[in-house]
Structure formats: structure tokens, C-alpha cells
């Protein structure tokens, strides 16, 4: 299986900064079949990122991703107070799909 | 704009079988190729993939759980199903179901998601 990791566990950003998050594999995920997720509480993940760096239809263009092989990343450009939520990634490259852990990102 | 909806009872007792389903809206099932996917959230975990069931037919299970479950599909109700038998407290967990993209044939990302049903595996 590949593993995830994701840090930081808590991200503490204001409003209007930039957060970056990192999405590590245990090995190379192959096509950079690499997925972010957005959830809030009560709701099921929102996808955000697929392709490690397609965005999803309506999503904004303050979200990015970037990073190949093993390195993954997820940039919110500058934070609304909608963007208060865990992030998660997920590889697909591997039959087995598997998720990171997550990060919260909270009121700084 | 296509919608899941997952449904079923919220306690199950040990040993017994969980049954889901999830009914899709704002388009019908049989309108595309695609995977239709559970997928479970635990504190303890985080999110695990169950399995995936193909518009084709095909299904794929997490070879952690693949001796329990069985997801089946029923379109002409726009419906697919999860069963889990023999479970057990660790079984306990938010139960999502959602769509899985396909890419050359390939499952891929799962958009859209359902919000989740609750189920308590307990006596």
C-alpha cells in the first residue's frame, strides 16, 4: 500500500494569508495520480485538486496544487473564512487507493 | 447536478450485517461510465476505501475487507448498495458513498460525495 502523510497536523492561518500544505507517499505515485479533498463538519470531502494540479470544475483559482513523485502540495493563495476546513489527500495511482491523515486548517 | 444520498440504520448489533444504500439524484446512474464507490471515516483511520462497483459490472474491494463486503448496483432505481457481514466494533464509522471517476478505464478521484450515515456497531 502507499502511505500518506500529511503536515502539518494544524495549520493556523488569518484571513487573507496563504497556507501551504504537503502531502507525502511512501512511494512514487505513479502519473501523479494525486487528488485533494476539502471537508467541512457534517458534510462528505469536496474535491478540489485531481491530477495533482487540475482544478475541479467551480472550484477557485486561490486553490493550487503542485509537487510529483513522491512530494505533493496544496496551496490556498490567500484564506476566506470558507476555507476553514481538514484537507485531504489521496493517491490513486495504486489499486489500492489510500487517503493522508489530514490538516486542519483553523482560525489564526 | 448530481447528488448521493446514503441511507440506512444507524446501529447494528455485533456479528450481524450492515446494509447501506445509496440513492443517486439529478442524473441517472447509467448516463456515463463510472465507478460507484463507499468509503469509511473513522477518528481512529481516517478515510478507508471499501470498494468500487463499475457501470460495466466489475467490482474492486479493499483487500482488508473483500471477505465482508459487497457492493451492488441497482439502476433502473438509481441505487447501489453496501453490505458488511460479521461486523464488529471496529466496523463502526461515518459510511460515505460517492462517484468515482473513470480515466482510461480506470477508477480514479471520487466526486461528488455523499455526507455520510452514521453507523454504531454495538449490542
Known amino acids: 500500500d502507499i502511505v500518506l502523510t500529511q503536515s502539518p497536523g494544524t495549520l493556523s492561518v488569518s484571513p487573507g494569508e496563504r497556507a501551504t500544505l504537503s502531502c507525502r507517499a511512501s512511494r512514487s505515485v505513479s502519473g501523479n495520480s494525486l487528488a485533494w479533498y476539502q471537508q467541512k463538519p457534517g458534510q462528505g470531502p469536496r474535491l478540489l485538486i485531481y491530477?495533482?494540479?487540475n482544478r475541479a470544475t467551480g472550484i477557485p483559482d486561490r486553490f493550487s496544487g503542485s509537487g510529483s513523485g513522491t512530494d505533493f502540495s496544496l496551496t490556498i493563495s490567500r484564506l476566506e473564512p470558507e476555507d476553514y476546513a481538514v484537507y485531504y489527500c489521496?493517491?490513486?495511482?495504486?489499486?489500492?487507493?489510500?487517503f493522508g491523515p489530514g490538516t486542519k486548517v483553523d482560525f489564526k | 447536478q448530481l447528488q448521493l444520498q446514503e441511507s440506512g440504520p444507524g446501529l447494528v448489533r455485533p456479528s450481524e450485517t450492515l446494509s447501506l444504500t445509496c440513492n443517486v439524484s439529478g442524473d441517472s446512474m447509467t448516463s456515463g461510465v463510472y465507478y460507484w464507490a463507499w468509503i469509511r471515516q473513522t477518528p481512529g483511520k481516517g478515510l478507508e476505501y471499501i470498494g468500487s462497483?463499475?457501470?460495466?459490472?466489475?467490482?474492486y474491494y479493499n483487500p482488508s475487507l473483500k471477505s465482508r463486503v459487497r457492493i451492488s448496483a441497482e439502476p433502473s432505481k438509481n441505487e447501489f448498495s453496501l453490505t458488511v457481514s460479521a461486523v464488529t466494533a471496529a466496523d463502526t464509522a461515518m459510511y460515505f458513498c460517492?462517484?468515482?471517476?473513470?480515466?482510461?478505464?480506470?477508477?480514479?478521484?471520487?466526486?461528488?460525495w455523499g455526507h455520510g450515515t452514521l453507523v454504531t456497531v454495538s449490542s
Open positions: 491530477g495533482a494540479s
Open positions: 460517492a462517484r468515482g471517476v473513470t480515466t482510461f478505464g480506470v477508477n480514479t478521484w471520487f466526486d461528488p
Open positions: 462497483k463499475h457501470s460495466g459490472g466489475n467490482t
Open positions: 489521496q493517491q490513486y495511482g495504486n489499486s489500492l487507493f489510500t
